[in-house]
Nanobody, 127 residues
Framework: QVRLAESGGGSRQAGGSLTLSCAAP????????MGWFRQTPGKEREFVANIKWNGGSTNYADSVKGRFTISRTQPNDTVQLQMNNLLPDDTATYYC????????????????????WGQGTQVTVFS
């Protein structure tokens, strides 16, 4: 199974910015919608943002809307999550995943239907 790889995590003071990246070898998911999710210890993994397979639509969790931006960049079809105005509540391990079916997009804010989860990258925001 192709494994996605997240990068770009780190520590920032509240109000700072980070850019997370997610890549798959050989553009393996260029025809799949992609999502970013996050999880803290003892809590369920939650939806953060997703982007349609062609980049034409995006959706965000209410908690990050207006602060985070998801995008797909070429030529390697890297999926990025630009995080601005970070808050301590954004502290979590962030994961990317691919929609299991190609050429399918749902704006639903759920982890259901996603596959090929990466190992995650840690984001820590301190006040």
């Amino acid at each position: 199974q192709v494994r996605l790889a997240e990068s770009g995590g780190g520590s920032r003071q509240a109000g700072g910015s980070l850019t997370l990246s997610c890549a798959a070898p050989g553009r393996a998911f260029s025809d799949h919608s992609m999502g970013w999710f996050r999880q803290t210890p003892g809590k369920e993994r939650e939806f953060v943002a997703n982007i349609k397979w062609n980049g034409g639509s995006t959706n965000y969790a209410d908690s990050v809307k207006g602060r985070f931006t998801i995008s797909r960049t070429q030529p390697n079809d890297t999926v990025q999550l630009q995080m601005n105005n970070l808050l301590p509540d954004d502290t979590a391990t962030y994961y990317c995943a691919a929609e299991s079916s190609p050429y399918y997009y749902s704006p639903q804010r759920t982890t259901y239907g996603y596959t090929n989860w990466g190992q995650g990258t840690q984001v820590t925001v301190f006040s």
